[in-house]
């Protein structure tokens, strides 16, 4: 189990730039998250996924905002037209959920995160 | 949607010593952990707690869901558990099973 990684783990970017992370979960997990961390609070969740299927969607989440998990295991989230406002940590993380857990046990486990810069 | 509060805000403690932390919810919840932010921004997991009382060497939780409240217990504080400690719950007809945090506790103990 080599948990979950993240990819780059630093960006720094110039305004108006797209940027592109990638998030590689625990292997037979099924669902994936995406959260958004900035300074001094504690991270909101943008997005998910289970297997290749978009669930849902964050208000945070604008139209310049793309995720992906094209074939249910690593997934992609794209910013396009970077502006200041986004500079945070970008989080991962991934679960072994559904309803046929008992107690529908669903812990979450985070990758390392993408600090991204936009100057 | 639910809320999450948590206290104190900032903990400053002498190594050795003994401490709690509270996490408060506003509704009832599928699912509460508490984690512990490294100062490189790796989110460890400490409990998946959503009810009852676990323990893992110097650390315990209690979640009394029924009061709407988890406590986390750290005893001989050393340097290395210093740091931020989040309480994060999944609430039941939530979007997404997202998990829903806590603005964190942040932890400095000194030697």
């Known amino acids: 189990d080599t948990g979950v990684s993240q990819n780059p783990r630093h960006k720094i970017t110039k305004r108006g730039q797209n940027v592109t992370f990638r998030c590689d979960p625990i292997s037979e997990h099924n669902r994936l998250y995406w959260y958004r961390q900035t300074l001094g609070q504690g991270p909101e969740f943008l997005t998910y996924f289970q297997n290749e299927a978009q669930l849902e969607k964050s208000r945070l989440l604008s139209d310049r905002f793309s995720a992906e998990r094209p074939k249910g295991s690593f997934s992609t989230l794209e910013i396009q037209r970077t502006e200041q406002g986004d500079s945070a940590m970008y989080l991962c993380?991934?679960?072994?959920?559904?309803?046929?857990?008992?107690?529908?046990?669903?812990?979450?486990?985070f990758g390392p995160g993408t600090r991204l810069t936009v100057l | 949607g639910i809320q999450v509060e948590q206290s104190p805000p900032d903990l400053i403690l002498q190594e050795g010593a003994n401490s709690t932390l509270r996490c408060n919810f506003s509704?009832?919840?599928?699912?509460l952990q508490w984690f512990h932010q490294n100062p490189w921004g790796q989110l460890i997991n400490l409990f998946y707690?959503?009810?009852g009382t676990k323990q893992n060497g110097r650390l315990s939780a209690t979640t009394v869901a029924t009061e709407r409240y988890s406590l986390l217990y750290i005893s001989s504080s050393q340097t290395t558990d210093s740091g931020v400690y989040f309480c994060a719950v999944e609430a039941p007809n939530q979007a997404g099973t997202a998990l829903i945090f806590g603005k964190g506790t942040t932890l400095s103990v000194s030697s």
């Open positions: 707690i959503p009810s």
């Open positions: 993380a991934s679960s072994l959920g559904g309803r046929l857990l008992a107690g529908g046990l669903n812990e979450q486990f």
């Open positions: 509704d009832s919840v599928n699912n």
